[in-house]
């Protein structure tokens, strides 16, 4: 691979000269199935049960991805560091981003939120001491008064909304797409969502503080 300033790799990746563009985008899609295979085999502990020749051809597939994400995106370039380092970053952004929506390629919204308990990781909104008996019953009271409240205040896109980002971790574009919607409008959806459900919960007297009293302790 040929060692390239700033200006060079610029110049290469935009040149009139078809083997001279060839030759650059071959060197920069190399630099980045390297950087992104490191990222894979060494950054992702989630994959450390894949195949060496299988984290290859991911970084193979995602590198040509990231070469034309980075061609796309070559007018942006202001030289405030390497090239390579803004074109890797690019790269990882993509890897990260296509590795999530694999995660969740296959989810259904209507399995997602008919799950039975939604609040199952009680262990997790509750002290690293155990609470009384009596705290530890208020707790389960609370939570299944939350799990009410998600089904009695919200529509049912607010709910699937709701429940799909907040409990569920389902990333916000992922479940854009899956919704037919936009991140902007969806923002504004588990927003109004939320902002109803602590209305509803506070209508019950269980207020924002009093909830982080009893499971902050």
């Known amino acids: 691979m040929t060692d390239r300033s700033n200006e060079e790799w610029i110049a290469a990746l935009q040149a009139q000269d ?11 899609r190399t630099r980045l199935q390297r950087s992104i295979y490191f990222y894979l085999s060494q950054d992702r502990s989630d994959l450390r049960g894949l195949a060496a020749q299988e984290l290859t ?7 040509q991805d990231a070469t034309l994400r980075v061609m796309d995106n070559l007018h942006k370039f202001r030289g405030e560091s390497r ?8 790269a990882i952004r993509l890897a990260i981003s296509d590795l999530r929506r694999a995660r969740y390629k296959d989810f259904s919204l209507d399995q997602l939120t008919a799950d039975g308990e ?3 990781a009680r262990a997790r909104l509750t002290s690293p001491s155990a ?3 009596e705290r530890a019953a208020e707790r389960d009271d609370v939570l ?4 009410l409240a998600l089904h009695e205040a919200l529509t049912e896109r607010q709910y699937q909304a709701l429940v799909a980002v907040a409990l569920k971790g389902v990333p916000m574009d ?6 037919d919607s936009n991140r902007n409008a969806l923002y504004k959806l588990i927003h109004d969502a939320r902002r109803k459900l602590k209305a509803h919960l506070e209508e019950q007297d269980m207020s924002t503080d009093y909830m982080m009293n009893l499971f902050g302790d």
């Open 131 to 133: 609470p009384t008996p």
């Open 83 to 90: 090239f390579t380092t803004w074109a890797t970053k690019i």
């Open 174 to 179: 992922v479940l854009a797409e899956r919704m």
């Open 144 to 147: 299944q008064k939350i799990e």
């Open 18 to 28: 078809q083997a001279a563009q060839t030759a650059a985008l071959s060197d920069l």
């Open 57 to 63: 051809q991911m970084a193979e597939d995602l590198a």
């Open 118 to 120: 939604l609040l199952p």
